[in-house]
């Protein structure tokens, strides 16, 4: 008995001593947190998409959305998608930018997956860090495009 309750105590104060916050670390690095974007946008005539956004996390905001996305085949069915997608909230606009792959290309549908990395922003984003990945679906049957971007964010 006398045993497991020294476990128990050990056990109880290793947790508590890993549980204290770093305030050393914490104060000369700000901590990077987690922000998850989803939007959803509609191609338009000019090869541009447009539609809207929401965020939550270390953002937490709304709004219009806009991408201008690229490809260049790479191979018979996967091609290189870049671009920017701009975001316009209510707290500020934040404009990030993606790279990665697309396919099946030809396809009625097709994936985005790759890195994103936030270019600048406005606002209460204009001194914001961030980087992360995308993924995406597009719809060409629809004229749709979906996806979201989680990234770690710092102010």
Same mark, same amino acid.
């Given at each position: 008995?006398?045993r497991?309750?020294?476990?128990?105590? /050990? =056990?109880? @104060?290793?947790?508590? #001593?890993?549980?204290?916050?770093? %305030? +050393? $670390?914490?104060?000369?690095?700000?901590?990077?947190?987690? /922000? =998850?974007? @989803?939007?959803?946008? #509609?191609?338009?005539?000019?090869? %541009? +998409? $447009?539609?809207?956004?929401?965020?939550?996390?270390?953002?937490?905001?709304?709004?219009?959305a806009? #991408?201008?996305?690229?490809?260049?085949?790479?191979?018979?069915?996967?091609?290189?998608l870049?671009?920017?997608?701009?975001?316009?909230?209510?707290?500020?606009?934040?404009?990030?930018?993606?790279?990665?792959?697309?396919?099946?290309?030809?396809?009625?549908?097709?994936?985005?997956r790759?890195?994103?990395?936030?270019?600048?922003?406005?606002g209460?984003?204009?001194?914001?860090?961030?980087?992360?990945?995308?993924?995406?679906?597009?719809?060409?049957?629809?004229?749709?495009?979906?996806?979201?971007?989680?990234?770690?964010?710092?102010?």
């Amino acid at each position: 008995m006398i045993r497991r309750t020294l476990i128990g105590a /050990v =056990v109880a @104060t290793a947790l508590i #001593a890993t549980a204290q916050p770093t %305030t +050393a $670390a914490s104060s000369t690095h700000p901590p990077r947190t987690e /922000v =998850v974007i @989803t939007f959803d946008l #509609a191609f338009q005539p000019d090869g %541009t +998409a $447009a539609g809207h956004f929401a965020a939550a996390g270390a953002v937490s905001d709304a709004g219009p959305a806009e #991408a201008t996305p690229r490809v260049e085949p790479l191979h018979r069915t996967v091609g290189r998608l870049t671009g920017d997608l701009v975001l316009h909230g209510h707290a500020g606009q934040m404009t990030w930018s993606f790279s990665g792959i697309t396919y099946p290309l030809g396809a009625p549908r097709a994936i985005g997956r790759g890195s994103a990395r936030l270019e600048s922003g406005t606002g209460e984003y204009s001194r914001g860090e961030g980087h992360g990945h995308f993924l995406t679906v597009a719809d060409f049957v629809s004229g749709d495009v979906s996806g979201s971007i989680q990234a770690s964010f710092e102010r």
